[in-house]
């Protein structure tokens, strides 16, 4: 639905309450006193049918036609009989967004809120107002003094933007953290999201200034491929956390079944947030503990951890923790060894984790602390204090507050107890230093941090180039498929075949007959022995096994050498087919040449579909005996080599790889390349509702295809946008220069880097508004490895070289496109940027996007030139020093539109 209108519930100058009373335990009632005791400035208009002349001390209406001025939100309290009418009555009066904490209405067995839903559902789609809830806890902005909820506990103020879907559990949270000081910038709970989606209030939360984090509670994934979207999109410029409940699909509670192919669909809802840039965490309190770990030092922490502690229990405690975690226990170097043991008295050992005294003095831990800081291969340390006789926990803490002033390296605290650590810990809050009750707490959120920092670095790997080789054909073979089947369809295993073989995969030799004589008619045109395979209509489709993989019957004879074999196998795997499966008729046969893996190695592989988040990949060990969905992991398309990798070394499959491989390396690139290349096949072929590949190695660096099974279902776009190749173009200069223009892509790193580096001093500040001269990988990164959902980017080059660059950021909505262009220093006279600039705004204008706009230097007089011969107009800003530039690319729709597009 987009972001249109969200500003009426999260800056609204005039609210209205339908519902409303002064009586005990109204639900209007508590809204009225909630916004009364926040300070909110504006216009609170209680709305009661009963006809009350005012509602605690507020002048009151006894119905909606009455309120003037025209609410900018108004907040539904009342029976959910009456919600769909108020809503067509809030319509006609122009109201614009509602908020419904009414509840009730979701409840399927309570037939008599049924039909009030329905109606709503209509009322919702016919009036296009912005619906928030039913069943939601309302909204919190602090910053704002608007405390529009049912909360039953202040909101503190804070950076924190708390988006969630249960509106009890955020209840709790809420009274947890008010208890615990912790303060938000936002909060807000769907309910049963009748139009505004947990989407929408991402993509308008995370523009929000004093919203610094993100943490999104989630019971269930909704609207799949536009949360993945959202949560791409702000986590590129906020730490976004996410605790998601409902892990399991045999809970009474989860309405959620696992995809086809898939154990657990949590696998999937963890990749979906590894992708997303979204650190994942367990349990609720644990969002708050991630916070305060990363929020002010994310980049500055890595995964070498030194412990100290004044007690061998508690450190042990935490060691247990960091090896179960699989986290590293950092090695000091010999100069700090040195230097500790003038520090130390002689019995004590400088090994980390470093054992003190239990009667820790500050001038000791201080000493300690700043020559473990100060050492290269230490990323980060964990103080662990335990109260006792002979030392303070204030003083002590305070010491190393002093320390930690003065190190980027991550510190954290566990200052065991209670009654004696209180001043402490609350000086660790002030200085903002993360503080743990326990060790092995302190632990479980540093390791949240060093995934976050892995999944983090994984994505902004340069990814390597690998060229897969895709039949010209592959085009034509798809069409021919759509024409020839319908969804719910299986993949004759011939059609199947010609599939992966597009693609470059190596497949066993086979022929596929529909009858016994013609297989055994044909069977000498394939080189032996021979596996016999019996085809019947459930055997067919991927993922056949169901959830027991090893009950499967496989329908296959091995080793045959002789013809004369092939009728007795058939008749003997009919037997059984028809005795387990006596409702799935027997539809083919296949002789195919028989490969034996090489160390006993299989694996399967292919393409699975989740109806939220769309299609999938997957990969893992295989074979006859093998559970093969205990070691199957995923990872949504499109890979590149790095994504691809990854996939791979989480296998169990890949472990016994290196164990038995003489060259693991070969072996993986290989790997890497198929996956790609299922990657390829999933972008390509969006009908796919599932295909599933079985596979063997059979000499290193060699892999064979020996199964296949595709099922044919409705096309379904990939979550996240492939690279979008048809948008490639050339462009000859007039002084005959050729140009390939193209989106960029993330192995453009190193060459837009090489191209600042050429540019002069001037055309970079010109650009970024200030002198640059270096630009590091992160940067580098996000400038290349984009989401074409909500950027785009062109670069122009010759060969390897690139020479100029054109970038527009979009809003969610597709309203406005801010815009950058620059180009080599030498292309002078070639026209680069304006065919850049005509391109990018052609690019705009076909998706429907409303204005481009963006900010000159005033002295950048060949950039206004060029943005006055394109038909920009233009508007000096004196109080930024800046020239505004936009222009009207399409006609607005809808008057929301309107008031979006940048002023000119």
Excluded at 86 to 94: A, I, N
Excluded at 365 to 376: E, F, N, P
Aim: glycine share 6%; charged share 25%; hydrophobic share 40%.
């Amino acid at each position: 639905m987009g972001t249109r209108s969200l500003e009426r519930f999260f800056q609204p100058e005039t609210i209205a309450v339908i519902g409303a009373s002064d009586r005990q335990g109204s639900l209007g009632g508590a809204i009225v006193r909630n916004l009364q005791s926040s300070g909110y400035g504006g216009n609170i208009q209680p709305v009661n049918s009963k006809g009350y002349k005012e509602i605690y001390g507020l002048p009151a209406f006894s119905k909606v036609s009455q309120l003037s001025p025209v609410p900018d939100l108004a907040i539904i309290c009342t029976p959910a009989d009456s919600v769909a009418r108020v809503v067509k009555q809030l319509h006609s009066l122009g109201v614009e967004a509602a908020m419904i904490l009414t509840g009730g209405m979701a409840r399927a067995r309570s037939w008599q809120f049924r039909p009030s839903s329905e109606r709503l559902d209509r009322i919702v789609k016919r009036t296009r107002m912005r619906i928030l809830g039913p069943d939601c806890l309302g909204i919190v902005i602090p910053h704002r003094s608007v405390n529009a909820s049912v909360l039953h506990v202040p909101v503190k103020r804070g950076s924190i933007a708390y988006i969630g879907q249960s509106g009890t559990l955020a209840s709790g949270v809420m009274d947890w953290a008010y208890s615990r000081g912790i303060g938000f910038s936002h909060v807000a709970t769907l309910g049963r999201s009748e139009d505004v989606t947990l989407p929408d209030l991402i993509d308008y939360i995370a523009q929000e200034p004093k919203a610094r984090t993100l943490l999104v509670q989630l019971d269930e994934i909704r609207s799949g491929r536009s949360l993945i979207r959202s949560l791409r999109a702000a986590s590129r410029h906020k730490l976004v956390l996410a605790v998601k409940n409902n892990r399991f699909s045999n809970s009474p509670l989860s309405s959620v079944s696992a995809p086809r192919g898939l154990a657990k669909r949590d696998d999937l809802i963890n990749e979906v947030l590894a992708r997303a840039g979204v650190l994942r965490v367990d349990a609720t309190d644990e969002l708050f503990d991630c916070v305060d770990a990363l929020s002010d030092r994310r980049e500055r922490f890595g995964p070498r951890l030194a412990v100290i502690a004044n007690g061998r229990g508690p450190a042990i405690i935490a060691l247990d923790r960091l090896l179960h975690d699989g986290g590293e226990l950092a090695e000091l170097s010999d100069q700090s060894k040195q230097v500790l043991k003038r520090d130390l008295p002689s019995y004590v050992s400088t090994e980390n984790p470093l054992l003190l005294n239990p009667e820790l003095k500050p001038e000791q831990l201080t000493a300690v602390a700043r020559a473990v800081l100060a050492d290269r291969q230490v990323d980060a340390l964990l103080v662990i204090y335990t109260p006792g006789l002979g030392t303070n926990p204030l003083d002590n803490a305070k010491a190393l507050i002093e320390v930690a002033a003065h190190t980027q390296k991550a510190v954290l605290t566990s200052w065991i107890g209670e009654y004696s650590v209180e001043e402490a810990r609350a000086a660790f809050d002030r200085a903002k230093i993360p503080t743990f009750d326990t060790p092995d707490n302190a632990i479980k959120s540093y390791m949240y941090m060093v995934q976050h920092q892995r999944t983090q670095e994984l994505l902004r790997e340069i990814p390597e180039s690998i060229e897969i080789p895709v039949s010209a054909q592959h085009a034509n073979l798809n069409k021919d498929i759509r024409g020839r089947y319908q969804s719910g369809d299986y993949l004759s295993p011939p059609d199947a075949y010609e599939l992966l073989r597009a693609y470059g995969y190596s497949c066993a030799d086979n022929i596929f007959r529909s009858t016994i004589s013609d297989v055994v008619r044909d069977a000498s045109g394939i080189p032996k022995p021979w596996v016999l395979r019996v085809h019947h209509r459930d055997y067919l489709f991927p993922f056949a096994y169901g959830d027991n993989p090893r009950e499967r019957v496989r329908s296959v004879v091995r080793d045959l050498d002789d013809e004369k074999e092939i009728l007795p196998a058939i008749d003997a795997l009919s037997n059984v087919i028809s005795e387990r499966f006596p409702d799935s008729p027997i539809l083919g046969y296949t002789i195919q040449t028989m490969h034996r893996a090489l160390d006993n190695l299989q694996f399967s592989f292919g393409i699975g579909r989740d109806n939220e988040i769309g299609p999938f990949i997957f990969f893992g060990g295989g074979g006859s005996t093998a559970d093969i969905l205990v070691d199957r992991q995923v990872a949504l398309p499109p890979l590149n080599a790095n994504l691809a990798e990854k996939l791979i070394r989480k296998s169990h499959f890949y472990q016994v790889l290196q164990e038995r491989s003489e060259y693991p390396d070969k072996d993986l690139l290989t790997l890497e390349r198929w996956l790609v290349a299922m990657s390829h096949i999933a972008l390509n072929h969006p009908w796919l509702a599932g295909l599933e590949v079985n596979a063997i190695r059979q000499q290193i660096g060699r892999y064979r295809v020996i199964g296949v099974a595709a099922e044919v279902g409705e096309p379904v776009k990939c979550a996240i946008l492939p690279y979008p190749t048809e948008l490639a173009a050339n462009y000859t200069s007039p002084s005959g220069g050729e140009y390939h223009v193209r989106p960029i892509r993330g192995e453009d790193e190193p060459e837009l880097e090489a191209f600042y580096h050429r540019l002069s001093a001037e055309s970079l500040r010109l650009r970024f508004f200030s002198a640059r001269r270096r630009f590091d990988h992160t940067e580098l990164a996000r400038l290349t490895q984009i989401d074409y959902d909500r950027e785009m980017a062109f670069v122009a080059t010759k060969g390897s070289v690139l020479f100029g660059v054109v970038r527009v950021w979009l809003d969610p909505d597709d309203v406005t496109a801010e815009f950058s262009v620059i180009v080599d220093d030498n292309s002078r006279g070639e026209r680069l940027g304006f065919h850049l600039m005509s391109r990018i705004i052609d690019y705009l204008r076909e998706r429907g996007v409303l204005q481009i706009y963006g900010a000159v230097l005033p002295e950048n007089g060949p950039m206004l030139k060029l943005a006055e011969r394109l038909g920009f107009v233009s508007k000096l800003n004196s109080a930024d020093g800046i020239v505004e530039v936009a222009m009207k690319l399409n006609k607005e729709k809808y008057a929301w539109q309107a008031k979006r597009m940048y002023p000119m």
